[in-house]
Structures are given as structure tokens and as C-alpha cells.
């Protein structure tokens, strides 16, 4: 775990000494409705106990997580507790930073661990669970953003802007995004997230990927994985495919370009910059470029649609107007292809995003 100063200066170290599970139940009724809808409640607690030299301390992490049908019946329920024994040091550590360390730094740094140990629980259902990243996100004085996982340069971040930057920086790429923009009449630069780009709000945003705990790489922005979890499955050339880790857990397998069967957990950053890179050019091109000239703008009503929210056929062509029996050959190879992808993501990743 990394070392945090504190208001004096110093450092304050965080060492783990041992964990364990002490405590799981597993139960489901024995009567499963099918036809419903389900919610997925979770909820995390911790608690600390320090020794008397006020160096060691246990630290106790509460799960209580819950499926439940449109009719308050558990399709599940499951309890545990997995706890570690730390040692923390360094000079005049206040209680604010001895709190964020037991109640927050500790349980993240536990997180993959108990990921691994819910997982391992459940897949064996029909609803295999998947804890997010942000899963301890809100337990210290509610701030969603109070665990800072960021590493690396400060002045430099991977992210959507970064590439595009990048892209910008040679003839070739700067006139594709000035023609690109002037069709979009707008700046592509003032873009801050995948999330902004205009074609996201009508293919992207509809191929929701898992939640999952990639391996930190420094200079990486928290929003990277989303991203590139999107143009990988939205991309018919990656071949993307979930598969099951050594370690048990889901993961994404893909084929594109200089990249034969590679595992996302096993790139770099070098890798992770390249990827980006082409992936990002080949959605401008073959998706972002294809879908501005193909269609008509979608009406706002439709674009209302919450971010992974399941989308028929129907839907989708309706979002482009675009009808099948009036349109080209080559047009409806193109939608049918997209939500194809759609199609298949769903498919893959559903219940692991329940």
C-alpha cells in the first residue's frame, strides 16, 4: 500500500500482517421465481479495533449482499466478513488519517480478495456477481471520490482526450478530426470523455462492460477501462471474448491487430496507449463516421435511454430511423453488424452486470 503524508509531513506506512475469511453464509429459498425483474443490494461496513500501542490494528470488512425479485424474494443472500491485521506507522498521525487508512485504504487494498471470494460463491448460480471497483467508494464521510487510486504523472493521464490529442498532433490525424468536427459542427477537442463523443449516445453507450479489477498502471485514468472495454467490444475486428481467468475470475480475451490472443490484464502501458490509439481511429472511422452520414439525428426522447440499458433490434434501428425494407444492402449490413455487437456484448456480460 502506498504512503500518504500527513499534515506534518511525514509519511504514514500501512503494513498487512495477515488476512483471513472469518465468517460466510450462503443462502437461496427453495422457491426461484424466473419471470421477474431483480435488484442487487450491497452493502459494506467496516469496523477497527486497535492494539493498546496503538501500532496494530484489526480491521473487520462486512459484506451483505442480496438479490431480490420485483417481489422482495431473495434470490439470494450472502454474508461475510474478512478481516486483516495491519500495522500502521509513521510520525503524528492524526485521527482523520489513521480513520481513512483502516476504514478505507485497507478494505480497497482487501477488495480483490474478497471480489475473488464472491465470485467464487456465486458463479455457480444463475446470477455470478461482480463487485465494482468503487465498491468502498462512499464509506468515509460520503465522499464518492474519496479513495484515490490515481497514479503515475500528474501531467500526464491516458485517457480519451490524451489520444485524441495525439491524434491531433501529425498532418494526417488533424486533418481527419478538422473534417470530422466540421461535420459534427463542433470541436472534437472539447471533449473530456469517451462519454461526450457524439456517437456514444447512440451505439456505444448500449455495450456495457463488467465491472472488473484490471491491474493498476501508472499514468492511467480511472475512466480508461470503460472506454477501452467499449471499443473493444464495439469493434468486429477485436474478437472480443469473456473468458474465465486462471484465477477464477471473468475475463476479456481479444485478437486485433499485433495483438493475437492477448488478455486485457496482460498490457502495458505502452500496449494500453497503442491499443487505444487504433482502436479509437477505427471507431471514428468505421462507426462514428458511417453512423454521421448513414442516419438522421435521433429524436431526443430516444437518447433518454439510461448508459447499458438493454436495446431490441427495433429500438436501436429506431434510434438511427433507419427502416430495413427501404434501405440499401450495404446500410443494413452495417446496422445489422452494430447491434450484432450490441447483441453479443449483452449476452456475454449481463449477469455479470447485475
Avoid at 170 to 177: C, N, S, V, Y
Amino acid at each position: 500500500m502506498k504512503s500518504q503524508k500527513n499534515s506534518q509531513g511525514s509519511e504514514p506506512t500501512c503494513c498487512l500482517i495477515k488476512q483471513f475469511l472469518e465468517h460466510l453464509t450462503f443462502e437461496t429459498p427453495l422457491v426461484f421465481q424466473p419471470n421477474s425483474d431483480f435488484r442487487t443490494e450491497i452493502k459494506p461496513s467496516v469496523s477497527s479495533a486497535s492494539h493498546e500501542d496503538g501500532r496494530y490494528h484489526l480491521v473487520k470488512v462486512e459484506m451483505n449482499i442480496s438479490i431480490m425479485t420485483d417481489t422482495n424474494t431473495p434470490v439470494f443472500r450472502l454474508s461475510m466478513v474478512y478481516s486483516a491485521v495491519v500495522a500502521v506507522g509513521g510520525e503524528r498521525i492524526t485521527d482523520e488519517e489513521l480513520h481513512k487508512i483502516l476504514h478505507l485504504d485497507v478494505p480497497q487494498q482487501l477488495l480483490s480478495y474478497i471480489r475473488n471470494v464472491v465470485w467464487r460463491i456465486t458463479r455457480e448460480t444463475d446470477f455470478p456477481l461482480m463487485l465494482n471497483d468503487d465498491t468502498f467508494g462512499q464509506l468515509v464521510n460520503g465522499d464518492e471520490n474519496g479513495y484515490d487510486n490515481k497514479n503515475g504523472s500528474e501531467d500526464y493521464s491516458l485517457s480519451f482526450h490524451t489520444v485524441i490529442s495525439e491524434m491531433n498532433s501529425f498532418d494526417e490525424g488533424a486533418e481527419f478530426l478538422k473534417n470530422y468536427s466540421r461535420a459534427l459542427k463542433t470541436d472534437i477537442l472539447g471533449f473530456s470523455s469517451f462519454e461526450q463523443l457524439p456517437t456514444f449516445q447512440t451505439y456505444y453507450r448500449f455495450i456495457s462492460p463488467i465491472p472488473y479489477h484490471y491491474p493498476e498502471i501508472d499514468g492511467c485514468d480511472p475512466n480508461l477501462w470503460p472506454m477501452l472495454f467499449r471499443l473493444l467490444f464495439g469493434n468486429p475486428k477485436a474478437k472480443c471474448e469473456l473468458i474465465n481467468s486462471k484465477k477464477g475470475l471473468p475475463e476479456l480475451k481479444f485478437c486485433y491487430k499485433k495483438y493475437c490472443d492477448y488478455q486485457v490484464s496482460e498490457l502495458d502501458f505502452a500496449d494500453l496507449s497503442d491499443l487505444l490509439f487504433d482502436l479509437l481511429t477505427d471507431a471514428l472511422i468505421e462507426v462514428s463516421v458511417k453512423l454521421l452520414f448513414r442516419s438522421t439525428k435521433a429524436s431526443e426522447s430516444e437518447l433518454e435511454w439510461s448508459v447499458g440499458q438493454l436495446i431490441t433490434k427495433e429500438q436501436f434501428f429506431r434510434l438511427h430511423n433507419f427502416v430495413p425494407y427501404t434501405a440499401t444492402e450495404e446500410d443494413r449490413e452495417f446496422f445489422e453488424m452494430l447491434y450484432a455487437r450490441i447483441k453479443g456484448c449483452d449476452i456475454q456480460t449481463y449477469l455479470y452486470r447485475l
